[in-house]
Structure formats: structure tokens, C-alpha cells
């Protein structure tokens, strides 16, 4: 039972270069979540998806989009990686309103 | 748009000190809160889940209380040890939304 998984750990783009974040759970939770952390602006959902075949927006969806392939996966990508977007990526997924479960993340680097 | 502020944003305890750290919100409309700790570079491990229909859940040295009227939790940890250093963040799930509103964190130091 791995929990929460998140690929790459690390990546480093140039701007205007694209690329996808993968993020796969076990639990058979039915709402996974994207997130992105920054240093003194906390932790600040981008997407979201409630269940199979659903996304939706969150705090800060700007230049990102995302594909829940199954209701194991959920990827987010970055058309067009831009020095904001420089951050770590995390995923998460939970079952309904109960215990939300986090990747290890992904740390971006956009130059 | 409920708030959620976690204040101090950092302490430092000596190992052995029992220790609280506070979390409040702005709309007492949630159907949850949860505990997560924090440890450098690494993902969020979560602690403690509390519903709204409790006041307090319990595991091992931390236990973790809801005053739903008043927007307040705490989250207690007894004989804090060197291995609780960590950033401890506090989230609320807002009624009717499976999505987590998050504080900006406590990063904890016991020092040995």
C-alpha cells in the first residue's frame, strides 16, 4: 500500500517548456487535489477533482491544467512553465469529507 | 471566504515541555479540521481528524480540541521531544466542500 504517489521529485524547465506531473493513489479515495506551496504564502490549492470524470478550479488554476485519467490518477500540466510557477507540487487525494492523504511532492524550478 | 491563522508562526521549547499550538477560523461552518505535521523537504503527514460533532480526538502524546463556536482548535503535545521539530498546519473543511482551507503553519524547535 504506497499511499500517495508523485513523479518526478524534481525538475528543472526552462520557461515557455511544458511538462506533466503524475500523481497515482491506492486508497480508492474519490477526490484527489493539486497543490502548490511557497514560501510564506502557504499552501494554496490549484485543482481538484471530486471524483472520476470531474475537475475544478481552486485558488490559483492560472497556467495549469489537469486530466484525472482514472480514479487512481490525477495529473496536473504546464503548458508553458513560467518563473512563477517555480514552487513544490503536491498532490493529495481523500475519501469524501474524511482524512486528506499527501505525496511526497514535487519540487519545480522554472529558469 | 473563511480564514484560517495559526499563531505563533514559530516556537522554540526545551525537550520535556508540554506545548499548544493554536489555530483559528473565520466561519464556524465546517465539517471538519485537521492536524498535519510538516518535516523539512517532505510531504504532509496528517495527525489528527476532528468532526464537527466532536470537541477532541486523541493519539498517543497529541490530542487535539474543536471549539466549533468560537473558530478555535488547539492541538496539545505532551513531553515534546527533539523529534517534534516540524511545521505543524491546521486545515478546515468547510461544510458542503470537500476542500481543505489551510493555515499558514507553526514551525515547532525542541531543543534537547
Known amino acids: 500500500n504506497a499511499g500517495v504517489t508523485q513523479t518526478p521529485k524534481f525538475q528543472v524547465l526552462k520557461t515557455g517548456q511544458s511538462m506533466t506531473l503524475q500523481c497515482a493513489q491506492d486508497?480508492?479515495?474519490?477526490?484527489m487535489y493539486w497543490y502548490r506551496q511557497d514560501p510564506g504564502m502557504g499552501l494554496r490549492l490549484i485543482y481538484y477533482?471530486?471524483?472520476?470524470?470531474?475537475?475544478d478550479k481552486g485558488e490559483v488554476p492560472n497556467g495549469y491544467n489537469v486530466s484525472r485519467l482514472n480514479k487512481r490518477e490525477f495529473s496536473l500540466r504546464l503548458e508553458s512553465a513560467a518563473p512563477s510557477q517555480t514552487s513544490v507540487y503536491f498532490c493529495?487525494?481523500?475519501?469524501?469529507?474524511?482524512?486528506?492523504?499527501f505525496g511526497p511532492g514535487t519540487r519545480l524550478t522554472v529558469l | 471566504k473563511q480564514e484560517v491563522t495559526q499563531i505563533p508562526a514559530a516556537l522554540s521549547v526545551p525537550e520535556g515541555e508540554n506545548l499548544v499550538l493554536n489555530c483559528s477560523f473565520t466561519?464556524?461552518?465546517?465539517?471538519?479540521l485537521q492536524w498535519f505535521r510538516q518535516d523539512p523537504g517532505k510531504g504532509l503527514t496528517s495527525l489528527l481528524l476532528?468532526?464537527?460533532?466532536?470537541r477532541e480526538q486523541t493519539s498517543g502524546r497529541l490530542n487535539a480540541s474543536l471549539d466549533k463556536s468560537s473558530g478555535r482548535s488547539t492541538l496539545y503535545i505532551a513531553a515534546s521531544q527533539p523529534g517534534d521539530s516540524a511545521t505543524y498546519l491546521c486545515?478546515?473543511?468547510?461544510?458542503?466542500?470537500?476542500?481543505?482551507?489551510f493555515g499558514k503553519g507553526t514551525k515547532l524547535t525542541v531543543n534537547p
Open positions: 493529495a487525494s481523500q475519501w469524501w469529507e474524511g482524512e486528506q492523504f
Open positions: 486508497m480508492n479515495h474519490n477526490s
Open positions: 477533482s471530486a471524483s472520476e470524470g470531474t475537475t
Open positions: 466561519d464556524s461552518a465546517i465539517y471538519n
Open positions: 476532528i468532526q464537527s460533532s466532536q
Open positions: 486545515a478546515v473543511c468547510q461544510g458542503g466542500s470537500e476542500k481543505l482551507v
